[in-house]
Structure formats: C-alpha cells, structure tokens
C-alpha cells in the first residue's frame, strides 16, 4: 500500500522520531504550525479514527502524548492534542495520526 506514514514506520523514509516503541510513532511534523508539532501514530495502518477499533491502541495514542508532552517540557505550561477525521475534519493523510500541539498560546479550535 502507497502509504507515507506506514513507510515512516518502516523507516523506509526518515522523519525525526520522538518517541517510539511496537504498536507506536512520535514524529515531528514536517510543517510545524507551533513551536511544538508532534503526529502520534500506530504503525499499523489504520486509514481513519473511525476505521480503528482497538480500544487499547486508541487509548496508548494518548498515553504517549503525555510521554511526548513531558519529553519535550511542555507538560505544565499545556498542550491539544487533534485528530482530524476525513474530509470535514481537515484529514489529509490516511493514516490515522493524533497532532500534539505546543510551546504557544493556542486559541480558536486548532489555533
Ligand atoms: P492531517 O491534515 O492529515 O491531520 O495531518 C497530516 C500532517 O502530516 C500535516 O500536518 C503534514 O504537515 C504532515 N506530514 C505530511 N507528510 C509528512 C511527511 O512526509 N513527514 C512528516 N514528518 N510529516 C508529514
Ligand atoms: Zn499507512
């Protein structure tokens, strides 16, 4: 499958890895919109939120914001976490990805 981000966790193409272990990847976004631009992924591929069920993996995606949020030392100053689902939502890769946001004020919905 022609898939960016399975090919990011393969390592068949290079992103700067954050945080990382079996079912889970923490990348630098390549077009950072704060100081702080994180994607949490599952290496699996899953295209969207709606198309993963594991409740389990779902529930590790956040658990791994906080180890990123921690990681970079933006834990007490805050943080948003994202998903963007399909069309409406603003999703442009599918492969389902959660964006950390940090190190500025963020207002509005995305900020
Ligand atoms: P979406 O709009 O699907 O929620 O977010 C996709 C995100 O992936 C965007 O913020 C975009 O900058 C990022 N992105 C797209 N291609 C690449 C890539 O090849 N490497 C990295 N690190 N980020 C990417
Ligand atoms: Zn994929």
């Not at 954050?18 to 699996?44: F, G, S, T």
């Amino acid at each position: 499958m022609d898939c960016i981000f399975c090919k990011i966790a393969k390592k068949d193409i290079p992103a700067a890895v954050v945080l990382e272990n079996d079912n889970l990847i923490a990348i630098k976004d390549i077009n950072p919109q704060a100081p702080a631009h994180i994607l949490i992924m599952p290496k699996k591929h899953y295209a969207t939120l709606l198309d993963c069920k594991d409740k389990g993996l779902i529930g590790d995606m956040l658990l791994m914001a906080n180890q990123v949020a921690e990681k970079l030392k933006v834990y007490e100053k805050g943080f948003r976490v994202v998903i963007n689902t399909n069309q409406d939502g603003g999703q442009t890769v599918f492969h389902l990805h959660m964006h950390l946001l940090a190190g500025r004020p963020l207002s509005g919905m995305m900020g």
